[in-house]
């Protein structure tokens, strides 16, 4: 027997669920993660492949984690260790849950130091820092906020509190209460961008760049530029560790999975494509660098910022839009652990949500000091920072879909999850079925053993 309804609390309306859902997906992953990896690749062959990715894998892995978290109930490692007991299949298949509360960790811990530049920002824009400023005068302005390791250190800070904060009060008037405005605000402020960009910017330059494909321009290494936007499909519809699967739990077992991945997916994809398009035409406008790595947005949009009109203003609305973003995001990651918490070790909410919170701040001063004090120690050629984003993006999250994917097409019967999704067993329902069970199981293998350099013995690498 499946409990109808979870004990951490359900979503009051199906708006409530779309809103909390994408405002877990829409993020720092659309907004200063999508433009610089595209960047990095060269633009449209990368984003091409990226929204392959997104139809293909993204949106049945997505299907796959709402219906099992809405049949389990529970924090992801209770409800596929329930699940899998229920089919008569191994505990092992916990560990799916057990991975995602590490990549919950590891993705908070520098997720948190990313929004906490956002933060430094708003107030840097506020304060008139970007006026006039010029390409070497940003590129200092934001070396001085990564070498300041108190600075950086007391902005992460607040991002985590501001997280903990809305965790610690509850699914339904903690989560939901906070994305019912922040998301409908974060939209009206991305279009105003995209439209300044539009009128300011260089917007023909920025379309070709984003959706003429050339795939000579994804670089020398064409499978690590796969498994990057693979891993960035995976990372923007926060797919493959749980946060879908426990807001998945408190959804009503009557709501439309199809209909509702589909919005999110949707909207998800918007995002990141507008905030290109909000990005590049600046970019492209001032003659500065798309492949510049993580400082992108924070390197040239205050030279962009610090020349229009209002810029201040502008520039200090874009970056708490940013803020906003981040912070919906971040709840999602806490929760799966909170809930798990509450569930087994019996702690109150604000309890569980005090100690995961300051369990990821800690690893948070990892990240941060690897940015400046720690910059000389590498593992594979990167900090602590790169590595986690590294590791998360490009290894577990794509692992948990596998596990997610598989667990969906072949532990899970059928008919289990044909009453899940409700859509019948036409057409839809077998598409569904077959892209779980083969196309992406598969495809997510190949792209990861292949940029491992793991088929080159087969000669296929
Ligand atoms: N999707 C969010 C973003 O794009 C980040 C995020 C939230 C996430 N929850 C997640 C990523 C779970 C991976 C897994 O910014």
Same mark, same amino acid.
């Given at each position: ?6 004990? @951490? ?15 877990? #997906?829409? %993020? ?93 920002? /708003? ?8 006026s006039g400023i010029d390409a070497a005068g ?18 992460h800070t607040i991002f985590m509190v501001l ?52 795939? %000579?321009?994804?670089?020398? @290494? ?63 406008? @001032? ?5 510049? %790595? ?11 910022? %610090? ?31 909170? #809930?798990?918490? /509450? ?41 602590? +920072? ?68 793991? +088929? ?6």
């Amino acid at each position: 027997m499946s409990a109808t309804t979870s004990i @951490h609390g359900m979503w009051s309306t199906r708006l409530a669920f779309i809103l909390a859902a994408a405002g877990s #997906a829409v %993020g720092l992953g659309n907004i200063w993660r999508f433009p610089y990896t595209a960047g990095e690749y060269g633009g449209g062959a990368f984003v091409l492949v990226y929204l392959l990715c997104v139809a293909a894998i993204g949106i049945p892995i997505m299907m796959a984690e709402i219906l099992i978290g809405r049949r389990g109930r529970q924090s992801p490692i209770n409800t596929m260790s329930s699940l899998a007991r229920q089919e008569g299949k191994s505990q092992a298949w916990s560990l799916l849950g057990w991975m995602g509360i590490v990549s919950a960790f590891l993705i908070l811990s520098f997720y948190s130091v990313i929004a906490g530049w956002t933060l430094a920002y /708003v107030v840097r824009a506020a304060g008139g820092a970007f006026s006039g400023i010029d390409a070497a005068g940003s590129v200092a302005l934001f070396g001085g906020l990564t070498g300041d390791a108190e600075r950086l250190l007391a902005w992460h800070t607040i991002f985590m509190v501001l997280a903990v904060l809305v965790v610690a009060r509850g699914v339904s008037s903690g989560l939901e209460q906070a994305v019912r405005w922040m998301m409908p605000a974060l939209f009206i402020l991305l279009l105003i961008m995209v439209g300044y960009a539009a009128q300011a910017g260089d917007v023909g330059a920025a379309a070709r760049y984003l959706f003429a494909p050339d795939f %000579g321009r994804l670089g020398d @290494h064409v499978g690590e530029a796969i498994l990057s936007a693979m891993g960035q499909a995976f990372f923007s519809l926060s797919l493959g560790m749980g946060a879908i699967m426990i807001y998945g739990s408190y959804l009503k077992s009557d709501a439309s999975i199809l209909q509702n991945t589909v919005i999110i997916a949707f909207l998800d994809t918007a995002v990141a494509l507008l905030a290109g398009l909000a990005i590049f035409p600046i970019v492209f406008s @001032h003659g500065l660098e798309p492949g510049s %790595g993580p400082g992108l947005i924070f390197v040239t949009l205050p030279i962009a910022f %610090g020349e229009m009109p209002g810029g201040s203003f502008f520039g200090a609305l874009f970056f708490l839009l940013l803020v906003v973003a981040a912070w919906t995001s971040g709840i999602s990651l806490l929760e799966p652990v909170v #809930a798990w918490l /509450v569930e087994n070790r019996g702690f109150s909410r604000v309890r569980a949500s005090v100690l995961a919170g300051a369990a990821v701040w800690l690893l948070g001063i990892a990240c941060l000091l690897s940015l400046n004090q720690w910059s000389g120690y590498t593992l594979f050629g990167k900090g602590v +920072l790169d590595l986690f984003d590294y590791l998360t993006a490009n290894v577990l999250l794509p692992l948990g879909g596998i596990l997610i994917a598989v667990f969906a097409g072949w532990v899970l019967p059928r008919r289990a999850t044909e009453d899940e999704l409700g859509m019948g067993g036409g057409m839809g329902f077998r598409l569904w079925r077959f892209l779980v069970r083969y196309v992406s199981p598969v495809a997510v293998a190949l792209v990861l053993l292949n940029a491992l350099g793991l +088929l080159r013995g087969f000669g296929l690498g």
